[in-house]
């Protein structure tokens, strides 16, 4: 009885702990457990992963922005009046009421957005093993388009405008991507790691760039890279499974070791 009494006495004297704290672990961990699964997967299961789940968020987004705009639908006038309508004010009011339908109607038009651009962006990188402007452009192209069509916004030349749309989705978007490259461009002296930050990029782990920097570990010694070498620099064993993986099925890589 003593004993437990100055355990229970000791414990006292911790801080309690933090719950937020204990939550944002627990969802790390998980995320990079997914992340590990979801590497070893098959290209088809991958692509149908990335694909649903980001659905699923474009889809909530959707049912938020759909809330805020439910009360703009009510104005629009209703189907017998718009009778009088000539067809270009017609396909107009259509293309209004699609930007402004209810929570089903723009969770269906934003999950359809989002999940066909991250899958045209897995199939991509696994494909061409990295992401650049070309892959942002395609898969901002497939997003535009099948956003286009299922929304309802093409009018009667739907599919032209579909192609359209597509365009101007990619044109926007391999913009976007040319201006975050050049405001994130590395600074000279991170050249040798060049090829590290493009590997912890593509898995997700580029927060652990600096771990490498730290114990020097360039892009000259990723083939010699081993678990304790990793480990010696801090990094988590999820994201060193990640890493080594990433290494094993690299052929330039796997040359070199």
Same mark, same amino acid.
């Given at each position: 009885?003593?004993?437990?009494?100055?355990?229970?006495?000791?414990?006292?004297?911790?801080?309690?702990?933090?719950?937020?704290?204990?939550?944002?672990?627990?969802?790390?961990?998980?995320?990079?457990?997914?992340?590990?699964?979801?590497?070893?997967?098959?290209?088809?299961?991958?692509? !149908? /992963?990335? %694909?649903?789940?980001? =659905?699923?968020?474009?889809?909530?987004?959707?049912? @938020?922005? &759909?809330?805020?705009?439910?009360?703009?639908?009510?104005?629009?006038?209703?189907?017998?009046?718009?009778?009088?309508?000539?067809?270009?004010?017609?396909?107009?009011?259509?293309?209004?009421?699609?930007?402004?339908?209810?929570?089903?109607?723009?969770?269906?038009?934003? !999950? /359809?957005? %989002?999940?066909?651009? =991250?899958?045209?962006?897995?199939?991509?990188?696994? @494909?061409? &093993?990295?992401?650049?402007?070309?892959?942002?452009?395609?898969?901002?192209?497939?997003?535009?388009?099948?956003?286009?069509?299922?929304?309802?916004?093409?009018?009667?030349?739907?599919?032209?405008?579909?192609?359209?749309?597509?365009?101007?989705?990619?044109?926007?978007?391999?913009?976007?991507?040319?201006?975050?490259?050049?405001?994130?461009?590395?600074?000279?002296?991170?050249?040798?790691?060049?090829?590290?930050?493009?590997?912890?990029?593509?898995?997700?782990?580029?927060?652990?760039?600096?771990?490498?920097?730290?114990?020097?570990?360039?892009?000259?010694?990723?083939?010699?890279?081993?678990?304790?070498?990793?480990?010696?620099?801090?990094?988590?064993?999820?994201?060193?499974?990640?890493?080594?993986?990433?290494?094993?099925?690299?052929?330039?890589?796997?040359?070199?070791?």
């Amino acid at each position: 009885m003593e004993g437990r009494q100055g355990v229970m006495e000791v414990s006292k004297g911790l801080p309690p702990p933090n719950p937020i704290a204990q939550l944002q672990t627990r969802y790390k961990d998980l995320e990079v457990g997914f992340r590990v699964w979801l590497a070893k997967q098959s290209l088809p299961v991958e692509a !149908a /992963v990335v %694909t649903v789940t980001s =659905a699923v968020q474009g889809a909530a987004i959707g049912a @938020i922005m &759909g809330t805020l705009t439910n009360d703009v639908s009510s104005s629009f006038p209703n189907p017998s009046s718009q009778a009088a309508l000539n067809p270009q004010a017609m396909a107009s009011l259509k293309q209004a009421q699609a930007l402004s339908g209810g929570p089903f109607v723009q969770a269906r038009n934003f !999950a /359809v957005m %989002t999940g066909v651009n =991250a899958g045209i962006s897995c199939v991509m990188k696994r @494909i061409r &093993g990295k992401e650049d402007v070309q892959t942002s452009m395609v898969a901002a192209f497939g997003s535009g388009a099948m956003f286009t069509l299922v929304s309802g916004i093409g009018g009667p030349n739907q599919v032209a405008n579909a192609v359209t749309s597509g365009l101007f989705f990619a044109l926007v978007q391999g913009g976007l991507f040319k201006v975050g490259q050049k405001f994130s461009q590395p600074p000279v002296e991170d050249t040798f790691y060049a090829r590290t930050r493009g590997m912890l990029t593509s898995l997700g782990l580029q927060n652990y760039e600096k771990n490498f920097k730290k114990g020097l570990l360039t892009d000259s010694t990723l083939p010699l890279l081993t678990d304790s070498a990793l480990r010696d620099v801090k990094i988590p064993p999820g994201p060193r499974l990640l890493i080594l993986d990433r290494i094993q099925r690299d052929p330039e890589l796997k040359e070199r070791r």
